[in-house]
């Protein structure tokens, strides 16, 4: 475990931490609010009343800025923005990556960075963007690791230095960078260039470009997904691994004209009602929010409240084992979301490396519930069941089922296990009384497995009727099948 980064409680691969840094420790999950240090729509000593622990600014903003930077080296970074807080400070590689250049070096940034009192440092990498040539991609990847090594060198003591992951949409890139950067100790491990990927809503290959750095890097590292600023997306990055996100779309958005929930955005003007009860949307109609002269600013209020429920009920989810039923729940909020959601459990295995043995009671969502961490760890360990004799597989209790030598109960997604463990997770599933097509699939391969893993034994498998999938035939050729309507036994 890392000596500034504590893991309290876990979740497919969301965790709950501490991360400490020179200006005290904060919780993650968490959002940043980004502060522009030239307009700041909501002053940074208000950010605590929403939820904020920690901010993040663009040092290479200050720097560009005489009267900015001259009070920044004066009265330290805290100082200029009236927040006495932990503060992370990006390098300037975001107007690299929109202007294809900027006026200063990696060792100005980091050193400036140093002086000002960041409490999170960023070097200078290099932002490769999304479907650039794989050469460009590797190029930049190395220009990008030789600047983190001389930072490394560079910044030594309590400030906290951030080791960005690039490598462009090409996993085994990404995988790569981590692995490099996880030998060279950093302390905060941000995900960058993909913003272009979350505003084409490419959420599959997010997930991808998530799954492949996280496997890189030691699972006791923070990681800080960049520019993820949209709560409808949180509980999907979280259960993938990610600590830190830094959000400038509460601010962005209200100088559109927009309003954000956790199931999307709407513009304000087309709003009759607000679907929420902050302390902004329970002091004003829609009507009135729409007049108000202060408009962006209480706009940027509300989503700054939107933001952080949903970072809280995500940490509550975490405690109560219920992460991915909030992320299935999420992902049904744009089409896109659910491709991100079905490309998350193509990395289960993965996953159910992380997830928690025991947790809360599993809720079926819909048929990507039967890809879960706990479904692939169950079918994994069939093996441990030894079955010998006469063996009655039922969905519930049926007449004459002592009369056999093992009784066994199926429930989709799972399969077939021992009538005793039903009341132990996860066969304490709450499930469907139908199964859909998924489900089944599932139970109906894994109980296949059972058989086939138990030769000797002589099964009966008594089926409800409703239960339609081609599988059904390959288990009358290993089993006695009976309809629970045809079961006549006393």
């Not at 840094?21 to 009343?49: A, D, F, S, Y």
Request: glycine residues 6%.
């Amino acid at each position: 475990m890392s000596a500034i980064f504590e893991i309290l409680d876990k979740d497919a691969g969301g965790r709950i931490g501490r991360l400490r840094t020179p200006h005290g420790t904060i919780e993650t999950p968490t959002v940043m609010p980004v502060i522009n240090p030239n307009i700041q729509l909501i002053p940074p000593k208000e950010m605590r009343n929403f939820g904020a622990e920690i901010l993040i600014t663009n040092s290479y903003i200050i720097y560009r800025k005489e009267e900015l930077k001259s009070v920044a080296l004066e009265k330290g970074l805290h100082g200029l923005l009236g927040f006495d807080g932990p503060i992370m400070t990006d390098s300037g590689s975001f107007q690299l990556s929109v202007y294809g250049s900027v006026e200063v070096t990696n060792e100005e940034i980091l050193g400036f960075q140093q002086k000002i009192g960041s409490d999170i440092i960023v070097p200078l990498d290099i932002p490769t963007p999304p479907d650039v040539h794989y050469r460009r991609a590797e190029e930049e990847l190395a220009i990008t690791a030789e600047r983190l090594e001389a930072a490394r060198k560079f910044i030594q003591g309590e400030q906290l230095l951030a080791g960005p992951v690039q490598g462009s949409t090409y996993p085994e890139l990404r995988e790569k960078a981590a692995s490099h950067l996880k030998d060279l100790n950093f302390e905060v491990y941000p995900l960058g260039a993909v913003v272009p990927l979350m505003e084409a809503y490419r959420y599959a290959e997010l997930v991808d470009v998530i799954a492949a750095s996280k496997k890189g890097l030691s699972p006791a590292s923070p990681v800080h997904l960049f520019g993820a600023g949209h709560p409808m997306m949180f509980a999907l990055a979280v259960a993938m691994g990610c600590d830190l996100f830094d959000s400038a779309a509460y601010a962005l958005y209200a100088k559109d004209g927009r309003y954000i929930t956790v199931n999307g955005t709407y513009h304000v003007e087309k709003l009759n009602y607000l679907p929420c009860s902050c302390p902004v949307c329970s002091k004003y109609t829609a009507e009135e929010l729409k007049k108000a002269d202060n408009r962006e600013e209480l706009l940027g209020r509300h989503n700054l409240y939107a933001t952080f429920a949903e970072i809280r009920l995500i940490k509550q989810c975490i405690k109560d084992g219920k992460l991915l039923e909030l992320v299935e729940q999420r992902c049904r909020a744009h089409p896109k979301l659910l491709d991100g959601l079905k490309k998350l459990y193509t990395h289960s295995s993965w996953l159910e490396q992380l997830d928690p043995a025991t947790k809360g009671t599993f809720f079926y969502c819909g048929p990507e519930s039967s890809s879960r961490p706990e479904v692939m760890r169950f079918g994994k360990r069939l093996d441990r069941f030894s079955l010998q004799g006469s063996v009655i597989i039922r969905t519930g209790p049926i007449k004459g089922e002592k009369d056999y030598d093992q009784i066994l109960t199926f429930k989709a997604p799972f399969g077939a296990f021992p009538t005793e463990m039903e009341e132990v997770y996860p066969f304490n599933a709450e499930v469907p009384k139908f199964p859909d097509y998924e489900s089944l699939d599932t139970a109906l391969s894994n109980t296949l497995k059972l058989m086939d893993l138990n030769p000797e034994a002589e099964f009966t498998f008594i089926c409800e009727e409703e239960f339609k999938h081609p599988l059904i035939e390959e288990i009358t050729k290993r089993a006695k099948l009976v309809y629970r309507k045809d079961w006549k036994k006393e």
